[in-house]
């Protein structure tokens, strides 16, 4: 209970997350507006390069340029987004303007057009933005420091970043807010799971309204059903052991009681015999528990192909050896198959067919094996007999009983179907087969 009490919240997962995308965003949305100003800054820039430009080609020029030291030239308050422009103007080859001095530092030759130059200007080393122009015999070059697109960008990007930091706390408080009201439902559908009686599969919770809590009230109820039939089966195999448990244990006891009683005689002896015949046969029982364990647990041998025919023979001579000559060997029938499977499981499954049939029987009862394909293009594995004693359905019995529930787990391990034939072909009467491939009832 502690675990699930310091388990992590969902609600704090998204609210991380949608805040880490907001941030994300954020900081996309910043780095664009940055990129955006500088870009836009410099393009009013050089319009107003070329502007200024085009009004100095015809504007009258009084006079040579003074000659000053730019060393000496005072430190000028610029406006913040208003840079100066500096200017240079010739007049059929001579400097005509140029109060700054820039003509010694532009390089000898600039063409028309934009260029971007790094040039000094007292004692420190900026990037120009120039653009060179010619009319008749003037010829002008105006020029400003672009340093100016940077901070332009900056001062974007902090207007953008400022209210950012004010408004984020409280986004984050109504997406808080949000996403606890969105995940209501879920949260009630939890609270209504808490009152689920698995027992009677009473208790599920009433039609949701959203798609995706409808989605996970469909999966709760198709699990609920999947575990009611697998608990029914479990049912109705702990009845079936029980049934078969119950048979030799109280034979042990009847007849070990008996043969204590009458020690030494035929009657003894005969106990003695019971006593050890039911032993074997509980041995039998949890020997086939074992192997049903076997079957159901993960991993163990891996699946092989299997020839049937040749599978058959080695179970039907085993059984003819366990039975001692009391009954004639079972008919073996069919032509070579194989089938992908785990070899153990298969031939446990054949043998508990093949004991079925003949425990279940009179001894002058004919039985059979028979394997081969079916004309749907299924292969199937069959058991035979005449009926005798058990010509009814299992289900009219009470049940499959250990052996044949034994069987049905594994086929349904191996890939195989499990099936119970109450009118085969004379002169057989019942039967049951293992079925692989092409469904029942498929043309």
């Known amino acids: 209970m502690a675990a699930a009490e310091r388990a992590p919240r969902l609600a704090w997962r998204l609210l991380a997350w949608t805040l880490a995308t907001l941030l994300g965003v954020w900081l996309v949305l910043v780095a664009s507006a940055y990129q955006t100003a500088v870009h836009e800054a410099r393009e009013i820039s050089d319009g107003q390069l070329k502007a200024a430009a085009r009004l100095l080609l015809t504007a009258p020029v009084q006079g040579p340029a003074p000659a000053v030291d730019a060393a000496a030239l005072p430190v000028r308050a610029e406006p913040r987004y208003a840079p100066e422009l500096h200017v240079v103007v010739w007049e059929s080859g001579a400097l005509r303007w140029d109060p700054e001095a820039w003509a010694a530092r532009l390089p000898p030759s600039?063409?028309?057009?934009?260029?971007?130059?790094?040039?000094?200007?007292?004692?420190?080393?900026?990037?120009?933005?120039?653009?060179?122009?010619?009319?008749?015999?003037?010829?002008?070059?105006?020029?400003?420091d672009v340093s100016r697109h940077a901070e332009l960008g900056r001062d974007v990007a902090e207007h953008l970043v400022r209210p950012a930091v004010v408004l984020l706390p409280l986004v984050a408080l109504l997406l808080g807010w949000a996403i606890r009201r969105g995940l209501a439902p879920l949260s009630a559908l939890a609270e209504a799971l808490q009152h689920f009686d698995p027992d009677t599969a009473r208790g599920l919770p009433p039609a949701q309204r959203y798609d995706e809590l409808q989605r996970l009230q469909r999966a709760l109820r198709a699990l609920v059903e999947r575990l009611h039939a697998l608990w029914q089966r479990e049912r109705c195999f702990t009845s079936d052991v029980a049934h078969e448990l119950r048979s030799p244990l109280t034979a042990l006891v009847w007849?070990?009681?008996?043969?204590?009683?009458?020690?030494?005689?035929?009657?003894?002896?005969?106990?003695?015999?019971?006593?050890?015949?039911?032993?074997?046969?509980?041995?039998?029982?949890?020997?086939?528990?074992?192997?049903?364990?076997?079957?159901?647990?993960?991993?163990?041998?891996?699946?092989?192909?299997?020839?049937?025919?040749?599978?058959?023979?080695?179970?039907?001579d085993d059984c003819v050896a366990s039975a001692g000559g009391e009954r004639s060997a079972p008919e073996v029938q069919g032509r070579s198959c194989v089938v992908h499977a785990r070899p153990t499981l298969l031939r446990l499954a054949l043998r508990n067919l093949v004991d079925n049939a003949l425990r279940h029987t009179h001894a002058q009862t004919r039985v059979a094996v028979r394997v081969g394909?079916?004309?749907?293009?299924?292969?199937?594995?069959?058991?035979?007999?005449?009926?005798?004693?058990?010509?009814?359905?299992?289900?009219?019995?009470?049940?499959?009983?250990?052996?044949?529930?034994?069987?049905?787990?594994i086929a349904q391990h191996e890939g195989a179907r499990f099936e119970f034939l109450p009118n085969p072909s004379p002169p057989w009467a019942t039967g049951f087969a293992l079925v692989w491939g092409a469904p029942s009832g498929s043309g």
């Not at 971007?116 to 122009?133: D, I, Q, S, Y």
């Not at 293009?377 to 004693?389: F, P, T």
């Not at 299992?394 to 052996?403: E, K, M, N, S, T």
Request: negative net charge; glycine residues 12%; proline residues 5%.
């Open 255 to 316: 007849q070990a009681r008996l043969a204590r009683l009458q020690t030494g005689t035929p009657e003894g002896d005969a106990a003695l015999q019971t006593v050890e015949r039911e032993a074997l046969r509980a041995g039998e029982i949890l020997t086939q528990l074992l192997a049903l364990a076997r079957a159901d647990a993960p991993g163990g041998e891996t699946a092989q192909p299997v020839d049937l025919l040749t599978l058959v023979h080695d179970v039907v």
């Open 373 to 409: 394909p079916r004309a749907d293009g299924a292969v199937v594995l069959e058991v035979l007999d005449e009926g005798g004693a058990r010509a009814q359905a299992p289900a009219d019995r009470g049940g499959l009983g250990l052996g044949l529930t034994l069987v049905q787990r």
């Open 110 to 144: 600039l063409p028309e057009g934009y260029h971007t130059l790094v040039l000094p200007l007292a004692g420190e080393v900026r990037t120009w933005r120039w653009f060179v122009a010619e009319h008749g015999a003037r010829r002008v070059a105006v020029g400003l």
